[in-house]
């Protein structure tokens, strides 16, 4: 019979999240979590098989959070540049968690396309915003999207390194003449589409 966990998977993950949040992902070993869980790790391992599913799940945790930032938007107008700003929101507020979804070392390189698929439900979320609010076709949505998300990670990244501040006036300023300059351009059909997309998927 195998030993009663001392901590649930949940207990675990949330305090994983939370040294993340303040320490950043290299600072979560076995031993780390099990001083901040005030333990041995032999728990851990009780619930989970490895650190690299511990780190996994604190993932996806970052990523919940990441998109409760993203829901929000839809209650504004323009949603989808609230969505800009809402990203940029949560590299100032949660740079580490910011550092971790979107600033790690990938092994092999993509095309923006296949990249989609790490932005969660949210870029998918956007991209159907895109069609619906400015009647786009796909192509065009994913172009479009591409070029102001691209400007919109700069941004993040020069706040979750701590490189630069902005206030919201001017964050709002940026993402506005970013947007406009491009939809132009794909409306005007100077800007070439893509020609491989991702799937569409059911937002739910």
């Known amino acids: 019979m195998p030993p009663k966990a001392k901590f649930s998977k949940e207990e675990i993950v949330t305090t994983a999240l939370a040294m993340v949040k303040q320490q950043g992902i290299e600072a979560l070993t076995a031993r780390s979590l099990a001083k901040e869980l005030g333990s041995s790790a032999r728990p851990i391992f009780t619930v989970f098989a490895?650190?690299?599913?511990?780190?996994?799940?604190?993932?996806n945790a970052a990523m919940k959070v990441f998109e409760s930032y993203a829901e929000s938007a839809a209650e504004y107008t323009p949603a989808f540049k609230q969505i800009g700003i809402q990203m940029i929101q949560f590299a100032n507020r949660e740079p580490k968690l910011f550092q971790l979804l979107y600033m790690q070392k990938h092994n092999?390189?993509?095309?923006f396309e296949e990249h989609l698929k790490y932005l969660g439900d949210t870029g998918e979320l956007c991209l159907t915003m895109l069609e619906q609010e400015y009647a786009l076709h796909r192509t065009e949505a994913v172009a479009l999207f591409k070029q102001v998300w691209i400007f919109t990670y700069g941004i993040c990244v020069l706040c979750a390194t701590g490189a630069c501040r902005f206030d919201e006036k001017e964050i709002q300023e940026m993402l506005s003449r970013e947007f406009m300059s491009m939809l132009a351009l794909i409306k005007s059909g100077r800007l070439e589409t893509c020609e491989v997309l991702p799937e569409k998927k059911t937002v739910r």
């Open 50 to 59: 490895s650190m690299e599913e511990v780190q996994a799940e604190v993932r």
């Open 108 to 111: 092999d390189s993509k095309c």
